[in-house]
T-cell receptor
């Protein structure tokens, strides 16, 4: 398996532009998580899905952020309009519930480094 | 804050020495996990300890969990330069499937 795939790996954009981050989870995984990592705030959970349904979006900072999971193999995180304070590394992670609660490890993608000028 | 606490924030040791990192969390948990992150990379799962376990070993890793103190420790024995990375604890709350990550410990192992 190729692991969790994220694109793009790096994104530089100007304030006000729309940014779309993409994630392909590991095949067969039914949970998908979006995180944001910054020096100031560490690693924060933004939203997670189970079987393509958003379960907890309490970490989404504001209405400028939205996430979708149209099918089991694809998710997007969109920021519109983007602001300089959105600059961070955004990680997608997935896991399977089929192994039982004793094996709830998450598998992380390589991240997208976003810079908003 | 959704963050747990880890200490130390940074640790620098010589190759061959042991490294101990500590983590505290705030809520009731199903399990406590440790992850490693190399610079510029995603997190990689190292080990998971369930709430009814007190100690677990995996290779050179030893994890302890004290649910009465809401704390955990990660011990890396006989460290190597390749162990240089950031290490994060993550607690899975009983209320759901989310993980709450600690602030991380930056470990540097000098050759």
């Amino acid at each position: 398996d190729a692991g969790v795939i994220q694109s793009p790996r790096h994104e530089v954009t100007e304030m006000g532009q729309e940014v779309t981050l993409r994630c392909k989870p590991i095949s067969g995984h039914d949970y998908l998580f979006w995180y944001r990592q910054t020096m100031m705030r560490g690693l924060e959970l933004l939203i997670y899905f189970n079987n393509n349904v958003p379960i907890d979006d309490s970490g989404m900072p504001e209405d400028r952020f939205s996430a979708k999971m149209p099918n089991a193999s694809f998710s997007t995180l969109k920021i519109q309009p983007s602001e300089p304070r959105d600059s961070a590394v955004y990680f997608c992670a997935s896991r399977s519930s089929s192994s039982g609660r004793a094996h709830n490890e998450q598998f992380f993608g390589p991240g997208t480094r976003l810079t908003v000028l | 804050s959704q963050q747990g606490e880890e200490d130390p924030q940074a640790l620098s040791i010589q190759e061959g020495e042991n490294a101990t990192m500590n983590c505290s969390y705030k809520t009731s948990i199903n399990n406590l996990q440790w992850y490693r992150q190399n610079s510029g990379r995603g997190l990689v799962h190292l080990i998971l300890i369930r709430s009814n376990e007190r100690e677990k070993h995996s290779g050179r890793l030893r994890v302890t969990l004290d649910t009465s103190k809401k704390s955990s420790s990660l011990l890396i024995t006989a460290s190597r330069a390749a162990d240089t990375a950031s290490y994060f604890c993550a607690s899975e709350e009983t209320s759901g499937s989310r993980l709450t990550f600690g602030e991380g410990t930056q470990l540097t192992v000098n050759p």
